[in-house]
């Protein structure tokens, strides 16, 4: 860009906007209250002349001496592109440009395409004819630049907010970008949590654009602070600007939490809400709990209606994930009462009033960061759903899914599924394809609000919004009102033509596309949409990502300070970088050479280890009674139906107009259609033809109550780890968002976390305790073993292992991959010795640029800073507990947990249901928190047994199955072995051990000290 000044203005923009003030919220570029001083400030201009001086520097840029006055942008967006896309955007003042004039629509309430073209000639100061014709022709170019700032939010996952900039009103084409960013003002928002608290919405719950469609309508006769403003009333009254008010609520309903103790319609409320989990392996279950997930705190409950059963005291607990509490104790709670009759808390300490609602029937959406089902008020188009009946209601519910669902799920009772209480059954495996407009308000949760068409991307890995990896991408979907209609997948080019690559015509209302078969390497950007003849009826954006062309580094790479003594037992801390750390395998400053460590007893060998197994949650073990239907005989569940009573509808009503209905037995809430909208919308289903589209998802056999949910085709777990080193770092629910494609098994998750940690791919945060957390890739490292050979840890991409063994083969190196089912292959080399390695790598980069490293010694390196376990928990966080729900000690002699009343002397325990937590009490009665592998490894210490052996002739470590060495234990033992542990029966196996690695462990485990006991 040579233009000085545009580049002045375009900075300060970006510097506004894109330096992270946004992280996580939604973003508009909209010149108002700070924004407009600070960027004024900035520019050392007035800021009453900010919005003009924009406009002028932003028409510079435009080029009117060529046909399309926005070629020049058009090629600044494609360098931008083709060097990263590292830097804020160079159109973000153009982009700003257009949305002032769309702003400016509102000074004299014209709301017109024509208007807001006029208003932009303004802006720009474009005067004459032929100029003022060339903006409205190329138009169209503007798109891309809208389409490109949202695509680089969604890579940079929200870190610098939240894309908003979208097509809202369809038939005002590309104005309507700009339309999204205006009109809509901050104090207009503010008043949107009165939307959202009238209606008693769930934060976090889906809400598709016709429903909130509805709600806003109606809420548009609130007066007062907690009413629209009169300017949101306004647009409203314009039916051309109702989808960018919708648009607005949408994005505010994204982030929105309940804060206040007391909001504008009385105490803050918070809906306890059901939750269900399926395992699959050791046993087939279902986990049902009740859960606040967000808004609500760990407190004692008092119940505001009906006792509970027993009279115990029932509380919210903490749970492991952040922010949900769940409902307990369980074994004191009748859960076959607690399914027909409603109940309501007030929280002692908050005074927040929890309210639960027994249904007959329960929508459960998939959550999208792990394999838990959560309920929602409806069910949403395309996704994978589980649905709690009562079996009073199932054939009504089945053969209301034969209209509108994928046939194929299945329904499971309770002699298929341990789990599952006796006269209720779920319907796993629901996929709802089209709206039933006409279905009655009985399956409310059960029937999305009709629009007139919609389209998802389900399926494939899915990296962060809008983006998945190149080698899983997604399954399209899509339905549509209009009778022909088809779906287009558009390859989106900077600077060039779109080009389409996948057309399919609609079966009735449905239309689906897939990617499987087509060639689009990583870096594309695509659009799926809808289309009538000519007329785009909706759309969605996404792109297709790789390893190879990696988000840019960021500064929340995770390390292990070593503080001299050893490596600091706190989780790995972010940058600034102490002088001598670990990362992954990279060991950076020189640590002190002192010998790995001195044996102070013998050592167990693997005849003295018992086989153990795999770590897994409690069972929830509810109270039950026989009676609860005869007690609760007029419960609407037991009876099969509501008894609805509806509000008036009133003459004049338009097809925005929705009523709430509630049924005065249950108090069962329904947004209902007009009789009106549904009649009309049942004569549109009846010109399509019925259509049943097949089956999506992977087959699971005839019954899937027969079936392991280990028997899930996913995708491969080196597809997720090319994702991981994609993204860089992120979150725990964002790994396990990756971790449940390849299986859907709750454990899942935790164990290739700890493949990855161990092996050095990745650091993250709670390995210790064997728990989730922050996570970020470590640099590429080769690490040479105790044989010799050596491994690729750290970043990998397609493109750099080909570099690193086109490297190393060219010195007589061999290529010998390690492959298991549902693990990482470990790309390892043989024959490595006496060559010169770091001479052969020297040219090979990731690519971030950096060398790939070499690592030698270095299990002993990392042996020598680990802790002792008696460290360990003397630094652990001491915790007081008698009783809990779900307690259980671990027998060192079974290597199994046994439930236990209290705690009853030192040992392992293992306490809660949701979110298990475990402590080791020692002989003085001090009980501390830790992981489970350091709680069953010092029970064992302190009877004197071994869950761990050392056989020096053979250089193999053994640990009794749920007893892994964790945190960098383990990693000194693979980086040894250069292999990941293998399974013999209920024990786990590291090969190829260092002598001085894996005596120094055990002694580091089992060395006895008298400060403990």
């Not at 046993?283 to 808004?295: D, I, P, Q």
């Not at 979150?731 to 396990?736: E, N």
Request: net charge negative.
């Amino acid at each position: 860009m040579e233009d000085q000044e545009y580049n002045s203005v375009n900075s300060a923009l970006n510097d506004f906007f894109f330096r992270g003030r946004f992280e996580m919220l939604p973003v508009y570029l909209d010149l108002e209250g700070d924004a407009e001083e600070q960027v004024a400030e900035a520019l050392g201009v007035d800021a009453d002349e900010l919005c003009d001086f924009i406009g002028l520097t932003a028409a510079r840029s435009l080029r009117f001496d060529k046909r399309d006055p926005y070629i020049d942008q058009a090629r600044w967006l494609l360098e931008w592109s083709l060097e990263g896309r590292r830097d804020p955007p160079p159109f973000t003042a153009l982009l700003c440009a257009l949305s002032i004039a769309a702003e400016r629509m509102g000074t004299d309430e014209n709301f017109s395409p024509n208007n807001y073209s006029e208003r932009l000639f303004e802006l720009l100061g474009v005067k004459d004819a032929t100029s003022q014709q060339k903006l409205r022709q190329y138009a169209k170019s503007t798109r891309q630049f809208w389409r490109a700032l949202n695509m680089w939010l969604a890579e940079n996952d929200f870190q610098l907010g939240r894309p908003t900039a979208r097509a809202v009103i369809g038939h005002w084409k590309y104005a309507s970008f700009g339309l999204s960013q205006a009109l809509v003002r901050d104090a207009d928002r503010k008043r949107l949590s009165g939307l959202f608290e009238k209606y008693d919405l769930v934060p976090g719950e889906p809400a598709p654009d016709a429903e909130m469609a509805l709600l806003v309508h109606d809420w548009m006769s609130s007066y007062g602070a907690t009413g629209p403003t009169p300017w949101l009333r306004k647009l409203w009254q314009s039916s051309d600007l109702r989808p960018r008010v919708v648009s607005a609520a949408l994005d505010a309903f994204e982030t929105w939490e309940r804060t206040a103790g007391v909001t504008g319609y009385g105490p803050r409320k918070a809906r306890l809400q059901w939750q269900v989990g399926f395992t699959g392996f050791p046993r087939k279950r279902a986990r049902l709990s009740l859960a606040v997930s967000r808004g609500g705190e760990a407190e004692a409950l008092e119940e505001t209606g009906a006792g509970t059963e027993t009279g115990d005291q029932l509380f919210l607990e903490d749970g492991l994930e952040q922010g949900t509490r769940y409902l307990g104790p369980v074994g004191s709670i009748n859960l076959d009462m607690l399914l027909l009759k409603s109940r309501s808390f007030t929280g002692a300490s908050s005074g927040v009033n929890y309210a639960y609602i027994a249904k007959p029937i329960v929508a459960l959406a998939r959550t999208p960061d792990g394999p838990v089902y959560r309920e929602v008020s409806r069910v949403s188009l395309f996704e994978e759903h589980a649905i709690l009946c009562h079996e009073a209601w199932l054939d009504k519910v089945e053969g209301h899914l034969s209209k509108c669902a994928r046939p194929g799920h299945s329904v499971l009772r309770a002699n298929d599924m341990a789990g599952i209480p006796e006269g209720w059954c779920i319907l796993r495996g629901v996929e709802i394809v089209r709206a039933v407009d006409n279905a009655h308000d009985n399956f409310h949760a059960l029937s999305p609000i009709a629009s007139a068409a919609a389209i998802a991307c389900v399926d494939g890995l899915k990296l962060g919004h809008g983006t998945w990896h190149v080698a899983a991408p997604p399954h399209v979907e899509a339905t549509s009102e209009k009778p022909g209609s088809t779906i287009e997948v558009i390859r989106e080019q900077f600077g060039k033509k779109d080009e389409v690559i996948a057309e399919e015509g609609a079966v009735g209302d449905f239309m689906e596309a897939s990617l499987d078969a087509s060639s689009v390497e990583a870096g594309t950007n695509l659009r799926a949409v809808v289309k009538h003849k000519s007329t785009e009826l909706a759309e969605t954006s996404f792109s297709l990502r790789s390893a190879d062309i990696p988000r840019p580094l960021g500064s929340k790479r995770l390390y292990h300070e070593h503080l001299g003594s050893g490596f600091a037992l706190d989780p790995a801390i972010e940058l600034e970088r102490a002088p001598e750390n670990l990362e992954g395998c990279v060991l950076n400053g020189a640590l002190d050479d002192v010998p790995v460590g001195t044996i102070h007893h013998g050592v167990g060998t693997a005849g003295d280890v018992p086989e153990g197994t795999l770590e897994e949650a409690s069972d929830l073990e509810w109270f039950h009674s026989s009676d609860a239907a005869v007690v609760a005989s007029e419960s609407c569940v037991i009876r099969g139906y509501h008894y609805w009573v509806y509000e008036a509808f009133e003459k004049g009503d338009d097809r925005y107009d929705a009523k709430m209905a509630e049924c005065k037995d249950c108090q069962v809430k329904a947004l209902s259609r007009t009789r009106e909208v549904a009649k009309g919308n049942a004569k549109k289903m009846a010109q399509h033809q019925v259509f049943a589209p097949a089956r999506r998802l992977a087959k699971r056999g005839e019954d899937t109550a027969q079936v392991s949910e280990t028997d899930h085709e996913g995708v491969s777990a080196d597809t997720v780890l090319d994702g991981l080193c994609y993204l860089g770092h992120g979150s725990w629910p964002a790994f396990q968002r990756l971790a449940t494609a390849v299986s859907p098994e709750p454990w899942f998750a935790h164990s290739l976390a700890s493949d990855l940690f161990s092996l050095g791919h990745v650091e993250m945060r709670g390995r210790l305790n064997a728990t989730g957390g922050d996570w970020s890739v470590a640099p590429p490292a080769l690490v040479i073993g105790m044989d010799g050979n050596g491994y690729l840890a750290g970043f990998q991409s397609g493109s750099l292992v080909e570099a690193v063994n086109s490297a190393l083969s060219s010195g007589g190196a061999v290529h010998a991959p390690c492959e298991e089912p549902n693990q990482v292959t470990v790309h390892r080399w043989t024959g490595l010795g006496g060559m010169d390695l770091e001479a052969l790598l020297e040219t090979v980069e990731d690519a971030h640029g950096r060398k790939v490293a070499v690592a030698r010694n270095l299990a002993a390196s990392i042996t020598r800073g680990l802790p002792s376990f008696t460290d360990v928990f003397e630094q652990a966080i001491p915790v007081h507990v008698e009783q809990a729900d779900g307690l259980a000690k671990y027998d060192t002699v079974t290597a199994r947990w046994r439930r236990v009343e209290r705690l009853d002397g030192p040992g392992a325990y293992r306490i809660g249901l949701h979110g298990t937590r475990y402590v080791f009490r020692d002989r003085d009665g001090t009980t501390r928190q830790v992981g489970h592998q350091v709680a069953k490894t010092l029970s064992a210490r302190e009877e004197g047994r071994w869950l761990h052996g050392y056989d020096m002739s053979t250089g193999r470590f053994t640990a009794a199955l749920g007893v892994e060495p964790p945190w960098l234990f383990a990693r000194a033992l693979v980086v040894s072995g250069g292999s990941l542990p293998g399974r013999d029966g209920g024990r786990v196996v590291y090969e190829r051990v260092d002598p001085r690695v894996g005596a120094a462990i055990l002694d580091k485990m089992y060395g006895k000290d008298d400060s403990i006991g």
